[in-house]
């Protein structure tokens, strides 16, 4: 089973082992509003079933029953938007890219609305800038080991997989820095997060 979410800036991927038959595999697209209502249903652990039909999709978990439309159409070509090889992997501890970002991004202006990643050997430097208040600049020590090079995200899309993963180490997967970072894990997750320009 594939989990493909996407708003067109960020995708978020996950795949998950299932016994299914080959004969009934589809693809169905299924609204935010019922996703965010299963989230909140899903515990820790457990079972949930899922049912399909042409135009409706219904999930039992425990004692509850959620049954949505399903959206009409076709999905984007995610596995497209998906860089292939990457040149450079940054090693990261996600907890203290969090709170790095967390804290940087609070002078990045409405504006601009990014943070800047400048990698050095094994480690990075995150910049925000408000041309109102100031410069917030805060270094890391990371696993690194490709040329210098920069490349600016929105921090709040930068945040979101880190404050929803739980692993302790991240890998940021880069091209250059015009193209799409993509962070993993040792797992089946992925995020493909858009860069933003930034003048220097």
Aim: glycine fraction near 4%; proline fraction near 5%.
């Amino acid at each position: 089973m594939t989990l493909v979410a996407t708003d067109g800036r960020r995708l978020a991927m996950v795949d998950a082992d299932l016994e299914f038959p080959a004969s009934h595999e589809t693809d169905v697209i299924i609204p935010t509003k019922a996703v965010q209502e299963l989230q909140r249903l899903l515990g820790d652990a457990g079972d949930v079933i899922v049912k399909l039909s042409d135009s409706q999709i219904s999930f039992t978990v425990g004692d509850s029953l959620l049954v949505s439309k399903l959206i009409e159409g076709n999905y984007p070509n995610y596995r497209q938007v998906i860089p292939g090889e990457s040149n450079e992997r940054v090693i990261i501890s996600r907890e203290a890219l969090l709170e790095t970002v967390r804290r940087v991004s609070l002078l990045s202006s409405d504006k601009s609305n990014s943070v800047k990643l400048v990698f050095s050997e094994n480690h990075i430097e995150v910049t925000a800038n408000s041309p109102d208040v100031g410069e917030a600049q805060e270094s890391m020590d990371v696993v690194y080991q490709g040329p210098q090079m920069q490349i600016a995200f929105n921090p709040e899309f930068l945040q979101a997989p880190l404050r929803a993963l739980e692993s302790n180490d991240v890998y940021l997967d880069l091209i250059d820095e015009m193209s799409p970072g993509v962070l993993r894990i040792d797992g089946s997750f992925l995020y493909v997060l858009m860069p933003m320009r930034v003048t220097n």
